[in-house]
């Protein structure tokens, strides 16, 4: 199971994610923060890599006196574990739930509805 991270961690990981680099430097998700005006301070960064780290989220190699970042777990993986978490907290497992109150509360642009509605039916097609 993947394990829950903070909403300062998720921006940092967003970051690493976004790099199309395989590694990621330090220097560049300092920059990348501050890009999204979420600045922060070099050891707040040094504590959330080490906490990221921790959760297996994120591997580290020293090379010279600088640390290279490489993710462990794809966006896609800890979307998908966080949506079935969040299916089964408010929905209880029922995706049909979710779907069904982003179009009755009118959560969804017109051309939103249109892309879930085409996925659907190619989903359908696909079975």
Same mark, same amino acid.
């Not at 829950?4 to 976004?18: H, T």
């Not at 922060?40 to 890599?49: A, H, M, P």
């Not at 600088?66 to 462990?72: C, I, P």
């Given at each position: 199971?993947?394990?829950?991270?903070?909403?300062?961690?998720? %921006?940092?990981?967003?970051?690493?994610?976004?790099?199309?680099?395989?590694?990621?430097?330090?220097?560049?998700?300092?920059?990348?923060?501050?890009?999204?005006?979420?600045?922060?301070?070099?050891?707040?960064?040094?504590?959330?890599?080490?906490?990221?780290?921790?959760?297996?989220?994120?591997?580290?190699?020293?090379?010279?006196?600088?640390? %290279? +970042?490489?993710?462990?777990? *794809? %966006?896609?993986? +800890?979307?998908?574990?966080?949506?079935?978490?969040?299916?089964?907290?408010?929905? %209880?497992? *029922?995706?049909?739930?979710?779907?069904?109150?982003?179009?009755?509360?009118?959560?969804?642009?017109?051309?939103? +509805?249109?892309?879930?509605?085409?996925?659907?039916?190619?989903?359908?097609?696909?079975?």
């Amino acid at each position: 199971m993947i394990q829950q991270i903070s909403d300062a961690e998720l %921006e940092v990981m967003k970051i690493v994610w976004g790099n199309r680099s395989e590694v990621t430097l330090f220097p560049y998700i300092m920059d990348g923060l501050a890009a999204r005006g979420k600045p922060c301070q070099k050891n707040t960064l040094i504590v959330l890599l080490s906490r990221l780290m921790n959760k297996g989220f994120l591997s580290a190699k020293k090379v010279g006196r600088r640390n %290279e +970042y490489t993710t462990l777990v *794809s %966006e896609t993986v +800890y979307q998908t574990a966080q949506t079935k978490n969040f299916l089964d907290k408010i929905y %209880e497992g *029922s995706a049909k739930g979710l779907v069904s109150n982003l179009i009755l509360g009118d959560l969804l642009a017109d051309e939103e +509805y249109e892309e879930l509605k085409r996925l659907l039916e190619k989903g359908k097609v696909q079975q």
